[in-house]
């Protein structure tokens, strides 16, 4: 069934901004869902974090209604460190490059990356790109997955 085309993206279609989030928010001990029946965003906390029984009924739930619902990447699937290198690899000054790819080399890397980049001035554009990745991959996985959206 082709649910793009279908009555229900007459009845639901998340706003692209929203489906964005938990790309961005991912973190460990986190699982993000895309609920189908109720077109909404739920997460699953890991037991350790999970102070109450919501989160049991819940993660039963997903069990037991597994087409209902759709799982997002978890922090371990978005590789925020290909994101910076790709970044690298576009920036057209050689030397702000050569400097960004020794920031980005070896332990520490996200931290010097961030130096970096606000010591060359360019904080915004990589904000700007990074945003456009994770907006990207959250198109993709919309497709992947049979879920409507709206720009």
């Not at 400097?99 to 980049?117: C, D, H, P, V, Y």
């Amino acid at each position: 069934m082709d649910l793009y085309s279908s009555e229900r993206e007459r009845m639901f279609s998340m706003k692209l901004d929203d489906l964005v989030d938990p790309f961005v928010n991912a973190e460990d001990g986190m699982v993000y869902y895309y609920r189908r029946s109720t077109d909404e965003i739920v997460v699953l906390v890991n037991d350790q974090f999970a102070d109450d029984d919501s989160n049991d009924k819940l993660a039963e739930a997903i069990d037991d209604n597994r087409d209902d619902y759709v799982s997002f990447p978890t922090e371990i699937d978005i590789h925020d460190y290909q994101i910076m290198r790709d970044y690298v690899d576009q920036v057209a000054d050689d030397r702000q490059r050569e400097r960004l790819e020794q920031a980005i080399s070896g332990r520490g890397a996200f931290r010097r990356f961030r130096s970096t980049i606000e010591q060359l001035g360019l904080l915004e554009q990589w904000y700007d790109f990074e945003a456009q990745a994770y907006h990207d991959m959250a198109v993709e996985w919309c497709h992947e997955n049979d879920v409507p959206y709206e720009e």
